[in-house]
Structures are given as structure tokens and as C-alpha cells.
């Protein structure tokens, strides 16, 4: 393919990014990722509750096998390691 979106060295057929609000459900959420091709998806961090790593967040209802799965991997060691905490500004 000609025509790449490349960042940070990663190459993408799609130029299209997705966020994680305003879905009503996890699952609208991921089919609205699916059906729209997206291979970027953005996360409000801030918007997270991450005072508890063992708690369940939008983070996990993501496929990252799908959406770059080594900077999810960085976020969850952040997550976990108590280390990446939301801005209250």
C-alpha cells in the first residue's frame, strides 16, 4: 500500500481514530471499532478510576490484539505499578 499513515514507526492502512466515550455499553463500543476499520484507538485517561489496579476499566474491554497491543502493555504496567495516575487539573 502507497498510501500510510505512519507514526512513531508504525505503519497504518487506516487514518481514521476512534475514541472510548460516549458508547452506551463495552460491546457497542467494540462493534463500533470493528465494523469502522479503525486500527488507532484513544483513551481519556484522565476519565479513568485507577486509584484501584485490580478494579476493572475501559482498558480491558478493548481487544489489543487489534489495536496496538505494546502500548497497551506500557499502560498496564503503569496502571498496575501505581504509576500512571489521571491529572486533576
Known amino acids: 500500500m502507497d498510501d500510510v499513515l505512519e507514526i512513531a514507526g508504525k505503519q497504518f492502512r487506516s487514518r481514521l481514530f476512534l475514541g472510548s466515550g460516549?458508547?452506551?455499553t463495552?460491546?457497542?463500543?467494540?462493534?463500533?471499532?470493528a465494523a469502522s476499520g479503525t486500527?488507532?484507538?484513544?483513551?481519556?485517561?484522565?476519565?479513568?478510576?485507577?486509584?484501584n489496579p485490580s478494579q476493572k476499566t475501559l482498558l480491558d474491554e478493548i481487544d489489543w490484539t487489534r489495536?496496538?497491543?505494546a502500548e497497551h502493555g506500557r499502560l498496564l504496567h503503569r496502571?498496575?505499578?501505581?504509576?500512571?495516575?489521571?491529572?486533576r487539573t
Do not use: Q
Open 26 to 33: 463495552a460491546e457497542e463500543m467494540r462493534d463500533a471499532y
Open 67 to 69: 489495536y496496538d497491543p
Open 79 to 87: 496502571r498496575r505499578s501505581g504509576s500512571l495516575r489521571p491529572s
Open 22 to 24: 460516549k458508547f452506551r
Open 39 to 51: 486500527e488507532i484507538v484513544t483513551v481519556a485517561i484522565r476519565r479513568l478510576d485507577l486509584d
